[in-house]
């Protein structure tokens, strides 16, 4: 738990110096935004080293933590984004409240290895907790208006709602087992009945909420178009890992034949929706912001899929992890793209108001480029094996159920309804356009962070058995 | 030797990055470019002796049916995938290599992207620079799908050739037309490619057994499909396990997931829309490739991946189907050309027809029919590509062409252009003599063992097929009220200059010397069809017990 608790205390120690360092008119803004975000990256280079130098026992014992596969996966994700986050945060965070800023994404960063991680139901929820409360913190911080406000208060809301339905499936886990040990749980799946499956109907309901699958996204759009778009980026990335992770720790394995028979169902039903709601509703979109949050309400879906294959096949999780890591460059990537944009005087609200991007800030549109042909899914980059496996999980699969290739078919369809609304964007990058003004600012964070991620994602398609 | 297979995909495909990237200013970077094609050009040739020179395994090791006789599979090309599926991690070795048909497709790619790149020189005013590039890598994308010998590879390539087509339509097309029609294209081609890749994953998963870890391999692949087949089809009649129809009935969403990837791509007729929108809106230029050679994809990978791979699903569920496609095509083709009157649709809907033919071939599954369409696949993309190459030189002088009121007599302004019009008219309408009747005649001789019903109605189209290239020779050339003189003298540009005149009549003597003497290249293709027909011929008689009653009704 090395990483985790260091992330943790030294996001309550940036929390604390915020106590300390604001003060009076001698402020030096520049100099605390810098010793911040350097602040954050050495807490997280210190966490990557301890979790290298970790030694994983071979008994990994039944307690509270168990550092398996998805303990480092978890890990890795959660480090790999919160590196690009910190430096999307870096020029983009509000002065006013850098300590908690900082302190709350690293607390963030931080629960997704203790989600990973849990061998307990009640350090599951504290850790899905630990990214939920900081969440509430950051909105109200990043955008002090009305949008800001209304954005904080939906999400606020709405996530307790989803914590409540968490927390009776578990009770119901716990109530027909006795203990909240999952491996004690998973052993007793074998004899699992109807109640079971409600439980983890329960669960996945509440964890929906925080995956963005529907019908539990209709906060996404929202929240998105109300805060920063660091924040959205924050939002369409760290939770869902979370949520993912908490899924395969939950329901991973052991798993019997007839809990499947409703959960599977479930899945397929819930994963199709959320396809559709996604893609059409980002198809019919003008803003940006919604359009991005539709395309993560998309890819969850995606995400699902995968999810149905692992339950059935007991195959790789790896499936998703690649999935997450592809979507953390893609993702993050773009949107650090339009912070760059954003940060030199452009507009990001709209479509349109990146007709002719490519003329008036060359690097961040061919940064964008990238990242949108990823998440099109076409071959140069990480998305295409994203997808390439999601396909192979749901057809090897399908060799025991024909609808799980029918599944397969349905996601490649909302690929394509997907492709046309990111072609959109990709062609308005392109457009000439008669507002030839360039955009000078350099901001070297934002230009560092989505590097990094085109980088990743061009790199990935080669070698994609490190992703 | 073993190089020329990389060499051939990797360095259009650095000198067009290279170019793209340095932008448009470099002007002096034209040299280059064409120097780049014109070495790909030669190093096909090279690769075309590699292959007639090779020795032909002519009974294959281990009854596989598609085998390179040019091979290039270093150890260190293969893809770990993360993930491990029925107890064997995914560790797929990729395969470059060119059989005689492979070979061929690559000796068009070669022939087509030099050619284009010359005329664009006359042709593109603006960023010729990155337009070369652009050519450069999508011919470095189509030598990847030619030369590809496995699964994963090949849906690689054919993915990636996407990008570079979509900003040749884009960028240099139509400026009213091209963004609509390239949308229309990425997203027709895409929801054929995107589900293919399960279909590729079923075959690949499939070929997996508790000893045996899964391969994308086509030279394995198609010994197993070989191997099950004959099971199938020597199967005792008790033995519903292993009968044809549970084989085929099991491969069967893999085929249609396949057929309607390529069917797309080859615009076979219900969903053949995409193609007179993107010919229409992009530059002549950008169509001449697209028609002769991306188009080509389809037939390619019906004819390396469904037939060999999936030979029983074909004949049991689609055989019939599509040869019926195939024969409407040729039809309504050739209706639709007569009726239009710009001179771009009429092309784009007479490589409807011709498509129409070839796939009629492919779906004939015997020799004379499969031989046709590959003879077919490389005829119709020279001719196609000189019509569209010469209709860029007439737009280039005149603007728009149109039957309507283009009634002036060309050809006594443009006497070089006429000629050279004709030539390929005629070959395209299927003259005795030159490339066209080769192809035509072999797939119709195919077809005519299959059904009967289909060969009426192909032969229907030939007729069809003189009439429109005609009708385009006498109102374009000759005017309609046959005076064969210009009543717009001002708007004279010169006849053809030396350096367009000279790959036209390259072209065009290809389309003779295939004419006069088809058997050198029936000869290249021989051994590989002999190959592929051993299992589609048994799977399409042991499906239709029809089959082959015409010939032998014969006295």
């Known amino acids: 738990m090395a990483p985790a608790i260091t992330l943790i205390l030294g996001g309550s120690l940036l929390l604390a110096a915020s106590l300390v360092l604001k003060s009076g008119k001698a402020r030096d803004v520049h100099g605390q935004r810098n010793g911040m975000a350097v602040a954050s990256l050495v807490l997280l280079l210190v966490a990557a080293i301890l979790g290298w130098i970790r030694v994983v026992p071979d008994d990994l014992g039944q307690g509270l933590f168990r550092f398996d596969a998805a303990a480092l996966a978890s890990e890795r994700l959660a480090l790999l984004g919160g590196l690009i986050l910190i430096l999307m945060s870096w020029s983009t965070a509000p002065r006013a409240h850098l300590g908690e800023y900082y302190g709350c994404l690293i607390i963030m960063i931080g629960a997704v290895p203790v989600v990973g991680a849990s061998n307990d139901l009640v350090s599951l929820f504290l850790g899905l907790e630990l990214i939920s409360i900081p969440t509430y913190i950051m909105l109200g911080i990043v955008k002090n208006d009305n949008a800001g406000a209304e954005a904080t208060i939906k999400y606020f809301l709405l996530s307790a709602f989803a914590s409540s339905f968490f927390l009776l499936g578990v009770s119901y886990l716990y109530g027909f087992v006795g203990s909240t040990n999952l491996q004690v749980i998973q052993n007793n799946f074998a004899t699992a009945n109807r109640l079971t499956s409600l439980a983890l109907v329960l669960v996945m309901c509440g964890l929906a909420f925080r995956v963005t699958a529907v019908p539990f996204h209709f906060y996404a759009p929202d929240v998105f178009e109300g805060t920063s778009l660091t924040m959205a980026g924050i939002m369409s990335y760290l939770p869902k890992v979370a949520g993912f992770v908490a899924l395969i720790r939950i329901m991973g394995t052991g798993l019997n034949s007839q809990t499947l028979e409703i959960v599977v169902p479930v899945l397929f039903v819930c994963s199709a929706l959320t396809m559709f709601v996604g893609n059409f509703f980002a198809s019919a979109q003008n803003n940006l912001r919604r359009l991005l949050a539709y395309s993560s309400v998309a890819h969850t879906g995606y995400l699902m899929l995968a999810m149905t294959a692992l339950l059935r096949e007991n195959a790789d999780p790896n499936v998703l992890y690649s999935y997450l890591a592809a979507y953390a460059a893609m993702t993050l990537g773009f949107f650090a793209c339009l912070g760059e944009i954003e940060a030199a005087g452009g507009k990001t609200q709209l479509v349109g108001d990146l007709s002719g991007m490519f003329y008036r800030r060359p690097a961040a549109s061919i940064g964008m480029t990238v990242c949108l042909i990823s998440m099109i899914g076409l071959p140069l980059t990480a998305g295409f094996w994203a997808k390439f496996l999601v396909f192979m999980g749901t057809v090897a699969a399908g060799t025991k159920d024909p609808l799980s290739i029918a599944m397969a078919v349905v996601m490649a369809f909302n690929a394509v309804i997907a492709a046309g609304y990111y072609w959109r964007v990709l062609s308005k990058l392109f457009e000439t356009s008669d507002a030839f003004v360039p955009l000078r600012v350099f901001r070297p964070s934002l230009f560092v962070a989505y590097t990094i991620c085109v980088v990743l994602t061009l790199v990935w398609f080669f070698v994609p058995a490190v992703m | ?555």
């Open chain 2, 1 to 555: 030797m073993t190089l020329i297979i990389p060499l051939l995909i990797l360095l259009p495909l650095l000198v067009g990055l290279g170019m793209f990237l340095a932008g448009t200013k470099a002007e002096s970077l034209v040299g280059l470019a064409l120097g780049a094609s014109g070495l790909v050009l030669a190093l096909s040739l090279l690769l075309l002796f590699q292959v007639c020179g090779a020795a032909v395994p002519d009974s294959a090791t281990n009854g596989a049916t598609i085998i390179a006789r040019a091979v290039y599979a270093p150890d260190w090309l293969h893809i770990r995938l993360p993930v491990s599926v029925g107890g064997h991690p995914i560790y797929w070795h990729l395969q470059f290599g060119a059989d005689g048909i492979g070979a061929l497709l690559v000796l068009l790619t070669g022939i087509v992207g030099f050619v284009t790149m010359i005329m664009a020189t006359h042709q593109i005013r603006e960023r010729l620079v990155s337009y070369l590039a652009l050519i450069l890598i999508t011919q470095s994308m189509l030598l990847g799908v030619f030369l590809s010998m496995d699964l994963l590879s090949f849906y690689l390539f054919f993915e990636a050739v996407l990008l570079p087509i979509i900003l040749l339509i884009n960028g240099w097309g139509d400026k009213a037309e091209s963004l609509k029609a390239s949308r229309k294209f990425l997203l027709y081609t895409l929801v054929g490619s995107v589900p293919m890749v399960i279909g590729l994953i079923g075959i690949a998963l499939q070929s997996a057994t508790p000893v045996r870890p899964s391969t994308v391999s086509l030279e394995l692949l198609s010994a197993i499909a070989k191997e099950n087949q004959l099971a199938a089809i020597n199967a005792s009649p008790g033995d519903a396990l292993n009968s044809v129809s549970t084989l085929a009935s099991k491969d069967q969403w893999i085929a249609w997931i396949l057929l309607l990837g390529f069917g797309i791509k080859l615009a076979i007729l219900p969903l053949h829309t995409w193609l007179p929108t993107t010919y229409a809106a992009a530059h002549p230029n950008t169509t001449a490739l697209i028609a002769s050679v991306v188009a080509k994809l389809g037939v390619f990978g019906i004819i390396r991946i469904v037939i060999p791979l999936t030979p029983l699903a074909l004949s049991t569920y689609a055989q019939m189907l599509f040869g019926g496609l195939g024969a409407v095509a040729i039809v309504y083709g050739a209706f639709v050309a007569l009726s239009q009157s710009d001179m771009r649709k009429v092309l784009a809907y007479s490589s409807i027809s011709h498509v129409g033919f070839i796939t009629l071939g492919l779906m004939s599954m015997n020799s004379e029919g499969l031989s046709g369409a590959a003879i077919q696949m490389f005829n119709h993309g020279i001719i196609t590509c000189s019509m569209f190459l010469i209709l860029a030189m007439l737009e280039q002088r005149r603007g728009p062409v149109s039957l309507d009121d283009e009634d002036c007599g060309l050809a006594s302004i443009y006497p070089k252009l006429a000629v050279m019009m004709v030539f390929f008219t005629l070959a395209g309408a299927g003259l005795p003599g030159l490339n066209g009747f080769v192809g035509e005649l072999l797939a119709m001789t195919g077809m005519i063992r299959v059904s009967g019903l289909f060969t009426a109605i192909a032969v229907l189209g030939t007729v069809l097929g003189a009439w429109y290239g005609l009708r385009i020779v006498q109102r374009v050339l000759f005017g309609s009220n046959g005076e064969g003189k210009s009543k717009v003298h001002a708007q004279v540009n010169g006849d053809l200059k030396a350096t367009e005149f000279a790959p036209l009549l390259a072209l065009a003597c290809i389309c003779l010397f295939i004419g006069v003497r088809p058997q050198d290249s029936m000869d290249l293709i021989e051994n590989d069809i002999k190959r592929i027909v051993s299992v589609s011929e048994p799977s399409s008689k042991a499906v239709h017990s029809e089959i082959d009653q015409l010939a032998q009704t014969q006295p």
